[in-house]
């Protein structure tokens, strides 16, 4: 059953059309299960396969030219795999020098985005603003200014690609989906389900639909049961939640688990909270601490690095199989499925 919509949730503010009149039909796609959902969705409403493209915004830079840092290494590799098993094209965004240049950044403007196009170029976009420094982490917290990782890696460098591809320049009709269900968290509980997207003009109209939000975590498994994918690795190593490697709203667990598959990236991460003299988290405790007093209660790592050897190997890898996709023998929920969200609550 569908989950009932809070009476203080906001109205929607645009109409969706049937979905044969857009022209082009994008998923903001992460990897992750609920655009994985969103993607499921429209294939179950007979949404030909032409008519869709998957958008994936890199989190640590131009996948051509940059090493994994806070995404997990085979994060771009599953994604090119589902693309290229479900014969959806595939399409990258990202900001240059990712989260890394961004939380490093001393008297510098915000970098610039690009995107490919369709053809295989590349256009960029933006890197001319005001000169900061910022030396921070972003905040866990639902404020987006503070919480920057999101706007400046993701929605800003989206919303870009809609102004400058001369494809949506002037009268196009495109519908864009994302993954947020209101069963993640209070605040998204209370989104509309269809609005205008920023980039919506009158050259151009662009709906926002977030087609899954009042699906329950039961039904986003379920739709990938029903069509046997096999979930991005996080999930099967006890990750609730496929984000960043180390995501800012990681809890004790997850840090542990972090610390336990790549003790290097942990240890930098150590460093950087020296650096910028405050923690990932908001509590002031330094996560190596952190991590250590969680796992003396008996909350250790989600990870058996015995049992879990070949799991961990694909997850920081830089390959995954298109015909690894599809489940071979029978489909099971993987070891993080139900857990907590660890997301922006």
């Not at 493209?53 to 996948?63: A, K, R, S, Y």
């Not at 920057?148 to 001369?166: E, G, Q, R, S």
Request: hydrophobic fraction near 35%.
């Amino acid at each position: 059953m569908p989950l009932p919509r809070p009476s203080d949730a906001k109205p929607d503010s645009a109409e969706l059309l049937d979905l044969r009149e857009y022209e082009k039909i994008i998923v903001s796609f992460s990897g992750g299960k609920d655009s994985t959902a969103c993607v499921l969705h429209l294939l179950d409403l007979g949404v030909p396969r032409a008519c869709i493209e998957l958008w994936h915004q890199c989190i640590d830079g131009d996948p051509k030219d940059s090493e994994p840092f806070f995404d997990w290494p085979v994060t771009e590799a599953y994604v090119e795999a589902f693309a290229q098993a479900m014969e959806i094209p595939l399409l990258y965004q990202w900001r240059e020098g990712g989260i890394e240049r961004e939380m490093l950044k001393q008297n510098q403007a915000t970098a610039r985005a690009g995107f490919e196009l369709p053809d295989g170029n590349v256009m960029y976009s933006g890197g001319t603003g005001g000169k900061k420094t910022r030396l921070k982490f972003p905040a866990p917290v639902r404020d987006l200014r503070t919480r920057w990782c999101t706007p400046i890696l993701k929605i800003d460098v989206d919303a870009m690609v809609y102004t400058n591809d001369p494809r949506f320049k002037t009268g196009c009709t495109v519908v864009e989906l994302t993954g947020e269900r209101r069963q993640e968290s209070g605040n998204r509980a209370k989104y509309a389900e269809v609005e205008p997207h920023k980039s919506a003009s009158k050259k151009r109209r662009i709906e926002h639909w977030r087609a899954v939000i009042d699906w329950t975590e039961e039904e986003v498994w379920d739709a990938l049961k029903r069509h046997n994918i096999n979930p991005h690795p996080c999930y099967h190593l006890g990750w609730s939640r496929c984000s960043c490697f180390p995501c800012i709203f990681g809890d004790p667990r997850d840090f542990a688990s972090v610390r336990e598959i790549d003790l290097t990236l942990f240890r930098t991460l150590e460093e950087l909270e020296e650096t910028f003299r405050s923690t990932i988290r908001m509590d002031r405790t330094p996560i190596g601490e952190w991590a250590k007093r969680e796992c003396k209660r008996g909350c250790g790592p989600y990870v058996d690095m015995q049992k879990d050897r070949a799991m961990i190997q694909q997850a920081l890898s830089q390959e995954y199989n298109p015909q690894d996709i599809f489940v071979k023998g029978t489909w099971k929920p993987p070891r993080g499925a139900f857990g907590h969200s660890g997301g922006p609550v």
